[in-house]
């Protein structure tokens, strides 16, 4: 029987290589099903990354193609059936090699002529080579379809990978905010009538809100809120209060007796300015009459310059009264309370600049967060809107010269002063992406100069044309023009409310705030 | 596996010489019916019973006759009809005077005494009669009176129906069909046959036969093919042959599950694989195939397939039943 097992064991090893075969392209088709069936499930409900589950359905496909060769492993007696079957051997090799440890003379009988029909034989016909063509068109198909799937754009895995773009620009956002509510509340600056607790309030709840606000546009929207709450707590009239204490300086400055007061309050040292106030008011009493007398006038001089401060006014006033009847004691408490405003001014000036700090750092943060929201909105509209591209420009606005617009059409800049340029132009960009013109190409030059230089911006002008006196001798410019870092803030802050009011770009909102960052470094 | 003894005095090449001589000499008269031949040859090998189905003058009689020249059998022939007794096919005992003038009863043996018995229109019989063969067909013996007699060895019936003209016949019982071996239809001769019977009956020579072998050869040729190796898978295709042909059968055919009343007895799947044995050896082989069980399935299942009215209704016979099986069986090989 050895012949005959050799024949069937040969037949075997063909028909598990022809089952090998079979199965590894039945475990392909089913890799390339399962690929088709994610990618298709994953328009609908998109998974990201989505290797995992395409390694599972190769896992699945070998799976099927091991466990169905294992299954398909044959018999000898079903090699034996199967050779009959191949062969016409009408039974004669299953019979013999059932019957192949009998004896009887039938049984010998039979078992040669089984003998001979597999020596006749060849096991290639047996089973013969084919292709499982089949199977093969199935994975080849379903891998082609799944492929082209994979590489044509996904709707809904991009409006995924946003939405995770998103959070994670929330995050980082709120991340950012409460960074600078900490840094607000480690400064050493003085806190007028708790604002400043205030203020890191509002940051910490604008973190928060970001946190949980179900968009980025709704955590922009949160931001602005806070900005907007952070600007209410400055106190608006600020910058008169300071030109009145600078202009009373100046007028101070002019007698020996309260020169070095004048100086300090027109330099803007609020700290120095309350000191030498409240050194004035004691040295009163050792002065000469005629000291006290120029030292009432200049007093009543001062008070008829710092008119942007009513209080100041009035004790700087009240002082100068006091002072030419005589009264020492009540000219002293009335400069001590000059002093307090003075001090108060300052306090008020380290507040602004902690809440320019803040309303900046806002600023910064809005950024990715618009980002984020600009791609939601490009994935859940999907081509509706034209985007803001084909909206008119918002040319009015400063133009940032040195940025290209991503207008069709170039800005017209009106760059008649440094930091002013005018921009007209038609954006024409990417759905919902689109920015403004190129403002200012020209004239929007970036008026900062070298690091540590003082740049000056036009000022209010008021004081120094009016009065016509000499400037500043410690800058040595013109008295008309003031220090800009001093109008920096109240600039940033009107800028930034305007373009946070109204339908501007996201990107021209961030290249305003990155403007007076550049000039506040 | 456990070795079977070497049938005595038997070997495949005699068994074949014997099968074609005898098929040989019942073809010099019997002309276009070789299958027909090989189906009774193989029932008379099997030792079973044939009942032959087909309308007057298809040459039955000449068969069974032919077939007891051949094998050197005593033959005797029985028109069955309404008024035939029992007695008149078992034997009776009659009263006797011998020479001493005593009178005593002597029993008289009918004609089912030989060994081959010719029942011709067995259907024509009543039922009594009928019943009559029973006995002699299973169990080989006849009871008459208060004794039982044996037959001659080997004893075969032939019985024939004429399956056109029933009226006032009366069917065979299901117990009576079942101990029919197989059912055989005689099929109507093709234009050249019926030239060449023409030739051989009408002229001057009439073919004389041979015999050829024996009863003892038969009984030889019978213990050999109940050698003849027959795989697992072959016999499993019986069983499962035979099943479908019970309605009731999760792998029964909706024609059986719709026409059948019952199916095939295990006799029948006795029948089948026997005939299925004795087949191959016929055919020169030395094991059961498929082809075999689907050679000898219809006459050996036919007639113990019992159809139901709806049947009837709509013109099904048992042979497209059985071909339903097969066809259920072929698909799932």
Redesign the interface.
């Known amino acids: 029987m050895k012949p005959l097992e050799r024949f069937l064991k040969r037949s075997r090893r063909r028909a598990l290589r022809q089952e090998a075969a079979t199965w590894v392209a039945r475990g392909l088709a089913v890799v390339g099903l399962l690929a088709l069936a994610v990618e298709l499930v994953g328009r609908r409900w998109p998974v990201d990354p989505a290797w995992p589950l395409l390694t599972a359905c190769a896992a699945a496909g070998f799976i099927v193609a091991a466990g169905g060769w294992m299954r398909a492993w044959p018999s000898l007696p079903a090699v034996a059936r199967r050779a009959d079957a191949a062969l016409g051997g009408r039974e004669r090799l299953a019979t013999a090699l059932e019957f192949a440890t009998a004896g009887g003379l039938l049984v010998d009988l039979q078992r040669a002529d089984a003998l001979r029909l597999a020596a006749a034989s060849d096991a290639a016909t047996v089973v013969p080579a084919q292709l499982p063509w089949r199977p093969l068109a199935v994975a080849l198909a379903g891998g082609l379809l799944a492929t082209a799937l994979a590489v044509l754009p996904n709707p809904a895995l991009v409006h995924l990978r946003q939405q995770r773009a998103a959070a994670a620009a929330q995050e980082q956002a709120a991340e950012k905010v409460e960074a600078i509510s900490k840094q607000i509340a480690a400064s050493n600056s003085n806190d007028p009538a708790g604002k400043k607790d205030a203020l890191t309030k509002e940051l910490q709840k604008a973190a928060d809100s970001v946190r949980k606000a179900p968009d980025a546009a709704s955590a922009v929207a949160a931001l602005s809120q806070a900005q907007d709450t952070i600007r209410s707590l400055a106190d608006p009239n600020l910058g008169a209060r300071q030109a009145a204490e600078s202009a009373a300086g100046k007028q101070l400055s002019q007698q020996s007796t309260t020169a070095r007061a004048g100086t300090a309050l027109s330099a803007q040292n609020s700290q120095q300015a309350a000191t030498e106030l409240r050194n004035l008011a004691s040295a009163l009493p050792s002065m000469s009459a005629a000291d006290q007398a120029a030292t009432a006038q200049a007093l009543a001089a001062a008070a008829q310059a710092a008119q942007g401060d009513p209080k100041l006014q009035q004790s700087l006033q009240k002082a100068s009264d006091a002072l030419k009847s005589g009264d020492v004691k009540g000219a002293q408490a009335a400069l001590q309370e000059a002093a307090q405003q003075v001090q108060q001014t300052g306090q008020e000036e380290d507040f602004q600049g902690d809440a320019a700090q803040a309303v900046n750092g806002l600023q910064e943060t809005k950024g990715p967060l618009a980002q984020a929201a600009q791609g939601q909105g490009q994935g859940s509209e999907q081509g509706q809107n034209q985007g803001q591209g084909n909206q008119p420009g918002q040319g009015n606005q400063p133009g940032q010269g040195n940025q290209p617009g991503q207008g069709n059409q170039p800005g017209q800049g009106q760059g008649g002063q440094p930091g002013q340029g005018q921009g007209n132009g038609t954006g024409n960009g990417q759905p919902g992406g689109g920015a403004g013109g190129q403002g200012g190409s020209q004239g929007g030059q970036k008026p900062g100069g070298n690091p540590g230089e003082k740049i000056y911006v036009p000022g209010q002008g008021t004081q120094g044309s009016a009065n016509g006196q000499a400037g500043d001798p410690g800058s040595g410019t013109d008295s008309g023009l003031v220090p800009y870092s001093q109008y920096l803030a109240e600039y940033q802050a009107q800028a930034l409310n305007q373009v946070d009011r109204q339908l501007i770009p996201e990107q021209e909102r961030e290249l305003v705030s990155q403007y007076f960052q550049d000039l506040s470094s | 596996?456990?070795?079977?003894?070497?049938?005595e005095g038997m070997?495949?090449e005699r068994f074949q010489e014997l099968a074609l001589g005898i098929e040989a000499e019942l073809g010099k008269l019997m002309v276009g019916q070789a299958e027909l031949i090989r189906l009774v040859l193989t029932a008379m090998i099997a030792g079973g019973h044939v009942l032959l189905e087909g309308v007057p003058g298809l040459g039955k009689t000449v068969l069974v006759r032919s077939l007891g020249r051949a094998l050197d059998l005593d033959f005797s022939r029985v028109q069955f009809t309404p008024d035939l007794m029992p007695a008149d096919i078992t034997g009776t005992h009659i009263v006797t005077e011998d020479e001493a003038g005593h009178r005593r009863f002597e029993f008289q043996p009918g004609p089912i005494f030989t060994n081959l018995l010719l029942a011709d229109e067995i259907n024509r019989a009543t039922p009594k009669t009928q019943s009559a063969l029973l006995e002699a067909m299973q169990e080989r013996q006849v009871t008459v009176g208060d004794r039982t007699r044996h037959l001659p060895d080997p004893f075969f019936v032939l019985a024939t129906q004429n399956p056109i003209e029933l009226e006032g016949t009366c069917p065979l019982p299901e117990a009576q069909l079942n101990r029919f071996f197989s059912t055989v239809l005689v099929p109507f001769p093709g234009a050249e046959d019926l030239a060449e019977i023409a030739r051989r009956t009408t002229g001057v020579s009439e073919a004389r036969l041979e015999a050829v072998a024996s009863g003892e050869d038969l009984s030889q040729m019978s213990l050999?093919s109940r050698?003849?190796?027959?795989?697992?898978?072959?016999l499993e295709r019986a069983v499962q042959l035979v099943l479908a042909t019970h309605p009731q059968q999760e792998g029964a055919p909706d024609e059986v599950r719709r026409y059948v009343r019952w199916g095939a007895s295990p006799r029948g799947l006795q029948t089948l694989v026997l005939g299925a044995r004795i087949r191959a050896l016929l055919d020169g082989?030395?094991?059961?195939?498929?082809?075999d069980l689907e050679a000898v399935a219809t006459p050996a299942l036919r007639h113990r397939i019992f159809l139901n009215f709806e049947a009837d209704a709509a013109g099904v016979d048992a042979d497209q039943v059985v071909a339903a099986a097969l066809a259920r069986h072929a698909d799932r090989?």
């Open positions: 596996m456990t070795a079977a003894p070497e049938p070997q495949p050999l050698e003849v190796p027959m795989a697992s898978h072959v082989r030395f094991n059961v195939a498929y082809e090989r």
